[in-house]
T-cell receptor
Framework: GENVEQHPSTLSVQEGDSAVIKCTYS??????FPWYKQELGKRPQLIID?????GEKKDQRIAVTLNKTAKHFSLHITETQPEDSAVYFC???????????FGTGTRLKVLA | DAGITQSPRHKVTETGTPVTLRCHQT?????MYWYRQDPGHGLRLIHY???????DKGEVSDGYSVSRSKTEDFLLTLESATSSQTSVYFC?????????????FGDGTRLSIL
């Protein structure tokens, strides 16, 4: 089955700088990779996703890149703002089932 | 908002008692999921459902059972709660048809087993 590793576990950046979070997956047949943002005490919320037929996807200050050969995908946040502070989770869809396997999360702190 | 309601939102109970958590959706989606969230472990899948009376196990299913007798409701039961099951439980639905569709989460249930 699918296994997802996420790094780093914590990340501190200055306001205005960029942040990058990386995930690796094990199932080469996986084809869907969502990213979630979770604020303290709240539910995870989908912020962006990418499918295996695309190498990059952008939505304003957020972008996701996918490297199928290396089996990793990354979340890029540019011009970070204090409201970007949260825990971010990556996930991958197991190709043989309808199960989503999540990474263990990255706590991002944006310092003003 | 994907029309997901979890109940109860908070519960405190004692070891050995049965507990049932409910997830209700209003948009007739086929796929529903139960996760638990613990510090350092992220979101771990307990069970999921791909239709009425169709369920399958996730990575941490021991000690949990589920039922889905109606499209809109997915129940998670702890037959005899243990302290290790203290956690935040999230229900999620997968929108759209087929594989690779976005998941949307409910607001969670905070469960404490004393």
């Amino acid at each position: 089955g699918e296994n997802v590793e996420q790094h780093p576990s914590t990340l501190s950046v200055q306001e205005g700088d960029s942040a990058v979070i990386k995930c690796t997956y094990s199932d080469s047949a996986s084809n869907y990779f969502p990213w979630y943002k979770q604020e303290l005490g709240k539910r995870p919320q989908l912020i962006i996703d990418i499918r295996s037929n695309v190498g990059e996807k952008k939505d304003q200050r957020i972008a996701v890149t996918l490297n199928k050969t290396a089996k990793h995908f990354s979340l890029h946040i540019t011009e970070t703002q204090p409201e970007d502070s949260a825990v971010y989770f990556c996930a991958a869809l197991d190709s043989g089932t309808y199960k989503y396997i999540f990474g263990t999360g990255t706590r991002l702190k944006v310092l003003a | 908002d994907a029309g997901i309601t979890q109940s109860p939102r908070h519960k405190v109970t004692e070891t050995g008692t049965p507990v049932t958590l409910r997830c209700h959706q209003t948009e007739n989606h086929r796929y529903m999921y139960w996760y638990r969230q613990d510090p350092g472990h992220g979101l771990r899948l307990i069970h999921y459902s791909y239709g009425v009376k169709d369920t399958d196990k996730g990575e941490v299913s021991d000690g949990y059972s589920v039922s889905r007798s109606k499209t809109e409701d997915f129940l998670l039961t702890l037959e005899s709660a243990t302290s290790s099951q203290t956690s935040v439980y999230f229900c999620a639905i997968s929108t759209g048809q087929g594989k690779g569709q976005p998941q949307h989460f409910g607001d969670g249930t905070r469960l404490s087993i004393l």
